[in-house]
């Protein structure tokens, strides 16, 4: 399926899907606002507690003590908490989707008062050089079609000095749900569209932060698998997490019947294993002594 997959990106490249970046990322921003399912009503029923599990991996051994920090591509705010509880002084959340964002704001009480929103484009962040102590992002790479202007601005605005860390989907993440998905939807509708994700290498996010003359950058991959009671929880997690994105090229009145046969799909095959599979990096901003 892999190799299918691949094959159909270099079509993508024939039919000039895969250039249109700004129509991919408006198509990730309508999967997490729900406009080509529900599912994603469900992110922090069925999904949170695996998100919190990656953003502990991801912050493990970081301190935040006193810091003014940034979360870009915030969801429901699973990094964001982590840095209140390690320590911040004030976090800002900020992603595209409004629903995402009004998610994490019912979780307000659980902050502090200096625990604020911002609606934005991780490719064009809306904050002067240098605002912020550190800059963190999670599983939030995998759907970014310009990675590197990404992590470029995630930089630009922190501090000298400052914490840069980017925590992005492995290659194998999801592996499982991906594969009985694209082997079950109609594929007539997604031939020769190259897929909103991007997952990438541990090398591929490391080099990243090398490029942009990060310092003292520590990088790891940790992968696990979460096993469902059965094909219906693994679909439904799976679903509500990616946000159902692969839905966006078919006809509206199709979704519906091609989500419930996905779903059986998964329960006859018994995929009820979804592996998990993340990328961190992280990296200091030099200090100017000029
Ligand atoms: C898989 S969720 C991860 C959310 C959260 N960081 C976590 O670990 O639970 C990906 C998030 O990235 C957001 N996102 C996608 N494209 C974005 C962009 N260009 N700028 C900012 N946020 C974006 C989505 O709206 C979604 O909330």
Redesign the pocket.
Known sequence: MKLLVEANNILSLITRGSGDLSGM?ER??KG?EGEFSQHVHQYDGLGYHL?DR??RIQLEGLSFDGMRVL??????G??AHIALENGAERVVC????AF?LKEAKGKEAVGSVDYTFCQ????DLPYKDGSFHAVIS???FG??PNQRLAVEEMIRVAKPGGLVCVGAHGPEHYWEAIDATLRCINKRYVLGYRFEWWPRKERYIRRLLEKSNLERIRSKRVIWRNEFNDGYSAYDFFAA?SSSWWYAKFPPDERKKDSIRTRDYFKRKNVNIVTDDIVVAYGYKPIDIT
């Open positions: 990322k990730i921003k997490y998100q990656s953003a979360d870009v591509g915030c969801g429901t699973a990094l900020g992603d595209i989707s995402m934005l484009d991780a490719e999670g599983m939030t759907v970014l997490i």
